[in-house]
């Protein structure tokens, strides 16, 4: 049989990042520093085990077996909002006439998004290095994602070249910027809150839709919190998503949106076709985490298991000679995002560390236009134990020596 696929399949590539954990799953001697993964500890499983034991004996089948509303259990709704308002200071009387959709994770948030937003040949802006489901996404609804170089400086989308792009936008095709501003994955960038505003006040001006994808931004281990790009919302532009899979479990499948009534009505339509509603049972079993025990504790110790992983994995890239390689050195989130000077063979540095079993994100992946990124990779510190971090890196500074294609000597 010879299948006619429609255009929205075969716009969708298969995504380097899941093929590559896929074959990470099955290394079981190698060091794998491509996940975006939690580490197994970081899962509350004593919480949760009491969680579960209270539902099954204490809670009514009906709410959380049964089917239920699109937009998400009423009372864990209402517990997300008072959370963003209380934790991540957003002003409460601008959101009036807002409200939470629960969702399948943030991946469906920014899913539904698109649907209800692009049409065919519509445009997304996006930081030229995002993450690669997002521009997957878009381009399986026929829209297109145009990436805008940053300003690395600022550890912010360059705002003047932004500006030149709506400014030319004549015809109208830019429906939607999608960014990462805290934490950003794959860069380990965060803007700044002044830059936030300035770019808040440009889709202002230009009437663009912002999807602020937020999954990294609770995990803060220095520095200053900077203000969500929602916080200046007081036109209904920015739609804000969160993710319970980096505070809690990333297989329970369960985000969430801030947005506009009339944005979400439409959403609520869209979430009916795609799914109905998110898991139930976990959507019950995160509200009477919030009620009966510290969720914010839990956050606390994510942030302090997370920021010594953190501190190894600066200090060993420090040994590196920057000569041979510099990094961005994130405040919060997931991810490192590492250069390697040109005088590296990114080839050799590859294959030297594959025969190390050690795997990283090469920057291509990352980037909308697919090049321009040859010596970046990234790596994730979350995952890894600190030994794994360790030996890690020594095995990342041996390739680049091997790897150093001018012959020069570096020490080790
Ligand atoms: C920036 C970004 N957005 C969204 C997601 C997907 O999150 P979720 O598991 O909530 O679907 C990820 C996952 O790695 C991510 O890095």
New binding site residues.
């Given amino acids: 049989m010879e299948y006619s696929f429609s255009k929205r399949a075969l716009n969708m590539q298969r995504s380097p ?1 899941r093929e590559n954990a896929k074959k990470n799953l099955q290394l079981t001697d190698g060091i794998s520093f491509s996940y ?1 993964y939690p580490p197994t500890e970081a899962f509350p499983m004593q919480t949760l085990r009491k969680l579960s034991d209270y539902i099954y004996r204490n809670v009514n089948p009906e709410s959380y077996l049964q089917y239920g509303p699109a937009e998400g259990l009423p009372e864990l709704r209402d517990l997300i909002k008072k959370r963003l308002f209380s934790h991540l200071n957003l002003p409460e009387n601008r959101f009036d006439n807002e409200n939470i959709l629960i ?8 899913d539904l998004v698109v649907r209800i937003l692009c049409n065919e040949g519509d445009q997304v802006l996006c930081e030229e290095q ?2 690669s ?2 521009v997957n996404n878009i381009r399986s609804y026929g829209a297109v994602p145009v990436p805008i170089p940053m300003n690395i400086s600022e550890q912010c989308v360059d705002l003047h070249a932004l500006e030149k792009r709506l400014m030319a936008d004549v015809h109208h095709k830019i429906k939607l910027m999608y960014l ?1 501003p805290t934490f ?2 794959p860069l380990g960038t965060s803007m700044s809150t002044e830059n936030r505003h300035k770019l808040y006040a440009l889709a202002k001006k230009y009437q663009i839709v912002v999807f602020e ?4 931004g609770e995990l803060l281990y220095s520095g200053q919190e900077q203000k969500k790009i929602k916080y200046f919302d007081d036109a209904g532009l920015v739609i804000y ?1 969160g ?4 505070v809690l479990a ?1 297989g329970i ?3 969430y949106i801030l947005t506009n009534n009339e944005i979400l009505d439409k959403l609520v339509l869209a979430k009916q076709v795609a799914d109905s509603l998110s898991n139930y049972y976990w959507q019950v079993m995160i509200a009477e985490y919030m009620k009966q025990y510290d969720f914010e504790g839990h956050v606390k110790q994510l942030q302090a298991l997370y920021k010594t992983k953190l501190d190894l994995m600066t200090k060993k890239l420090d040994e590196i000679d920057p000569a041979q390689l510099t990094y961005i050195k994130p405040h919060g989130g ?2 490192i995002c590492c250069q390697m000077n040109q005088s590296i063979d990114p080839s050799r540095f590859y294959e030297q560390l594959n025969q190390s079993k050690v795997s990283v994100i090469p920057g291509n992946i990352m980037s909308v236009a697919g090049v321009g990124y040859e010596y970046d990779f990234r790596v994730n510190f979350t995952k890894p134990s600190l030994e794994e971090i360790s030996k890690g890196i020594d095995y990342i500074h041996e390739a680049l020596n091997h790897a150093s294609v001018r012959g020069e000597q570096f020490s080790s």
């Fill in positions: 990042l975006g969702t399948s994770g943030a991946t469906q948030a920014m995002t993450f489901g997002a990462i950003q994955n994808d937020d999954p990294y998503s993710s319970f899979s980096k990333p499948r369960i985000g997931y991810f």
